[in-house]
């Protein structure tokens, strides 16, 4: 069992280095002055973002984008799409066409109309460009056409219920300027349509927005966000105390606990980000069906929530079940002596790939998770890398043995772990099968999601439960904290952040 805690001593003089280092990377500014309106709020991440470019990057990384690049539309509190951002309506005029009604009169901070042509051409990069991390779910779109600057419409080669629900994690780019800039020069300084628009950064060390006095909708409550990281989460709690930033993603249990214990605004939500360990099964050792039921027999997912995180995680079993609150319908319970019998003698080698500093605890984690593999009778080598290395081994095939990785499921339908993960040509590829991706393309021709449940159902257990392919572990509950005085900043479950009502 593994816990993270400081004594009050430590965690003052943890708290007086961490704010002269953090004061030195530019956060800096009086800590208590500001007011509505008039003040920057200081933002602490637990990691440095890979790109700030929607088309290639994780989606961990749109805290920071999506205050400058907005979905093209908007989710509502059901996690579900809303005519309320810069797509306004949409009708589905026969199984294969779907037609979309843009907001008029909308521009990029650079100028650009945000008209459907931009809105094409988003999609259009979405569905082709080498780099979309995207693209395996637009794989099914035949034609994206723009006839007038407000009228989008969407050919696909086959009924898909989800295309609306889609198009809420696609970002609207400029057309002209991503084109201009390529990849590596829009990340490094962002164009966008949202309530804040790109001011500065400062390599490996911030970056920083500032409100947009021609954002189109509800201006922010005030002047900017400034964006740090820290990867420990020691560090973010005393920067935390020591009023060196405002608000304080990503605290553990214990670290959240000692906040509250301060006297500190801590905010925990479920989120629908779950934390699942991924079987190569393409590759030795878990091309070999007997010791993937072994791995997925090892791990107790119920210790891991209870011994790292307190109890305050959701044990979850399942896949395909993506909205916060819902268990799948079949799973995997532990039994360390069956997969002990399973491994026998021949002390198979498995290597454990994991990003250290990406999600709560993920160190502790995966050394549970190794430990208990070991314990069945693998050898494991553990492999800490980035996150930005490991989407790069991931996409690029380039593992073997077992990864863990946070499955977000930006749109809150089954179909996006269905055909991001399980499907062939998905993110992971990792449980290839000709029969599974005929379910996945049979859910999709359902009329919703409600009516391509059952299928769902029955892909879950195949992928979980037959055939190994994931071991999904737990949804994370989400702390952050906030500093004295500090309020307004939302973090919704999909991994988002509102900062507009933020003030200090």
């Given at each position: 069992?593994?816990?993270?805690?400081?004594?009050?001593?430590?965690?003052?003089s943890?708290?007086v280095?961490a704010?002269?280092?953090?004061?030195?990377?530019g956060?800096?500014g009086?800590?208590g002055?500001?007011?509505?309106?008039?003040?920057?709020?200081?933002?602490?991440?637990?990691?440095?973002?890979?790109?700030?470019?929607?088309?290639?990057?994780?989606?961990?990384?749109?805290?920071?984008?999506?205050?400058?690049?907005?979905?093209?539309?908007?989710?509502?509190?059901?996690?579900?799409?809303?005519k309320?951002?810069?797509?306004?309506?949409?009708?589905?005029s026969?199984?294969?066409?779907?037609?979309?009604?843009?907001?008029?009169?909308?521009?990029?901070?650079?100028?650009?109309?945000?008209?459907a042509?931009?809105?094409?051409?988003?999609?259009?990069?979405?569905?082709?460009?080498?780099t979309?991390?995207?693209?395996?779910?637009?794989?099914?779109?035949a034609?994206?056409?723009?006839?007038?600057?407000?009228?989008?419409?969407?050919n696909?080669?086959?009924?898909?219920?989800?295309?609306?629900?889609?198009?809420?994690?696609?970002?609207?780019?400029?057309?002209?300027?991503?084109?201009?800039?390529?990849?590596?020069?829009?990340?490094?300084a962002?164009?966008?349509?949202?309530?804040?628009?790109?001011?500065?950064?400062?390599?490996?060390?911030e970056?920083?927005v500032?409100?947009?006095?021609?954002?189109?909708?509800?201006?922010p409550?005030?002047?900017?966000?400034?964006f740090?990281?820290?990867?420990?989460?020691?560090?973010r709690?005393?920067?935390?105390?020591?009023?060196?930033?405002?608000?304080?993603?990503?605290?553990?249990?214990?670290?959240?606990?000692?906040?509250?214990?301060?006297?500190?605004k801590?905010?925990?939500?479920?989120?629908?980000?779950?934390?699942?360990a991924?079987?190569?099964?393409?590759?030795?050792?878990?091309?070999?069906?007997?010791?993937?039921?072994?791995?997925?027999?090892?791990?107790?997912?119920?210790?891991?929530?209870?011994?790292?995180?307190?109890?305050?995680?959701?044990?979850d079993?399942?896949?395909?079940?993506?909205k916060?609150?819902?268990?799948p319908?079949?799973?995997?319970?532990?039994?360390?002596?069956?997969?002990?019998?399973?491994v026998?003698?021949?002390s198979?080698s498995?290597n454990?790939?994991y990003p250290a500093?990406?999600y709560?605890?993920?160190?502790?984690?995966?050394?549970?998770v190794?430990?208990?593999?070991?314990?069945?009778?693998?050898?494991v080598?553990?492999?800490?890398?980035?996150?930005?290395?490991?989407?790069?081994?991931?996409?690029?095939?380039?593992?073997?043995?077992?990864?863990?990785?946070?499955?977000?499921?930006n749109?809150?339908?089954?179909?996006?772990?269905?055909?991001?993960?399980?499907?062939t040509?998905?993110?992971?590829?990792?449980?290839?099968?000709?029969?599974?991706?005929?379910m996945?393309?049979?859910?999709?021709?359902?009329?919703?999601?409600?009516?391509?449940?059952?299928?769902?159902?029955?892909?879950n257990s195949i992928?979980v439960?037959?055939?190994?392919?994931?071991?999904?572990?737990?949804?994370?509950?989400?702390?952050?904290?906030?500093?004295?005085?500090?309020?307004g900043?939302?973090?919704?479950?999909?991994?988002?952040?509102?900062?507009?009502?933020?003030?200090?």
């Amino acid at each position: 069992m593994i816990k993270n805690a400081l004594t009050p001593r430590r965690l003052a003089s943890v708290a007086v280095a961490a704010a002269v280092a953090i004061g030195a990377a530019g956060c800096g500014g009086d800590p208590g002055t500001g007011s509505a309106g008039t003040s920057t709020i200081r933002a602490l991440l637990n990691a440095q973002p890979a790109t700030l470019d929607p088309i290639a990057g994780a989606r961990s990384a749109q805290v920071v984008w999506a205050t400058m690049i907005e979905p093209l539309i908007a989710t509502d509190a059901e996690l579900e799409p809303a005519k309320t951002g810069l797509i306004t309506d949409w009708k589905r005029s026969s199984p294969d066409k779907w037609t979309f009604t843009m907001r008029e009169g909308v521009k990029f901070s650079n100028g650009e109309p945000a008209d459907a042509a931009a809105a094409a051409a988003t999609l259009e990069l979405t569905r082709s460009s080498a780099t979309s991390l995207l693209k395996t779910y637009f794989t099914n779109v035949a034609s994206i056409e723009a006839p007038d600057a407000t009228t989008i419409v969407i050919n696909t080669k086959r009924p898909q219920y989800d295309i609306p629900n889609l198009l809420t994690t696609v970002f609207l780019l400029p057309p002209k300027y991503y084109k201009q800039k390529g990849p590596a020069g829009f990340s490094a300084a962002p164009v966008g349509t949202g309530p804040y628009t790109f001011e500065a950064s400062k390599a490996g060390r911030e970056i920083s927005v500032k409100a947009n006095p021609a954002y189109w909708g509800q201006k922010p409550g005030n002047t900017g966000v400034t964006f740090t990281w820290a990867t420990e989460a020691s560090q973010r709690l005393a920067l935390l105390q020591s009023k060196s930033v405002d608000v304080a993603f990503d605290l553990p249990p214990a670290q959240a606990d000692q906040a509250k214990g301060a006297g500190l605004k801590v905010v925990s939500t479920e989120s629908a980000l779950k934390i699942t360990a991924v079987l190569e099964t393409t590759k030795a050792p878990f091309d070999n069906p007997t010791l993937r039921e072994a791995a997925a027999l090892a791990i107790n997912r119920d210790d891991i929530v209870k011994g790292i995180f307190n109890g305050k995680a959701v044990a979850d079993g399942g896949l395909l079940n993506v909205k916060p609150g819902t268990q799948p319908k079949d799973k995997v319970d532990a039994d360390p002596a069956k997969a002990k019998q399973l491994v026998g003698s021949s002390s198979p080698s498995v290597n454990l790939t994991y990003p250290a500093a990406q999600y709560t605890n993920m160190k502790e984690v995966a050394q549970a998770v190794g430990a208990s593999l070991e314990q069945a009778g693998f050898k494991v080598k553990y492999l800490p890398v980035d996150y930005g290395t490991l989407v790069k081994q991931v996409v690029g095939r380039q593992i073997n043995g077992m990864y863990m990785l946070g499955a977000v499921p930006n749109v809150a339908v089954p179909d996006f772990f269905a055909t991001g993960y399980v499907k062939t040509a998905s993110i992971t590829g990792n449980c290839p099968s000709p029969a599974t991706d005929k379910m996945i393309a049979k859910a999709l021709e359902q009329k919703d999601a409600a009516a391509a449940q059952s299928t769902y159902d029955e892909l879950n257990s195949i992928s979980v439960v037959q055939e190994h392919c994931f071991v999904p572990l737990y949804k994370q509950i989400y702390n952050y904290g906030l500093g004295s005085g500090v309020d307004g900043v939302v973090y919704g479950p999909l991994n988002s952040v509102d900062f507009t009502k933020a003030t200090r």
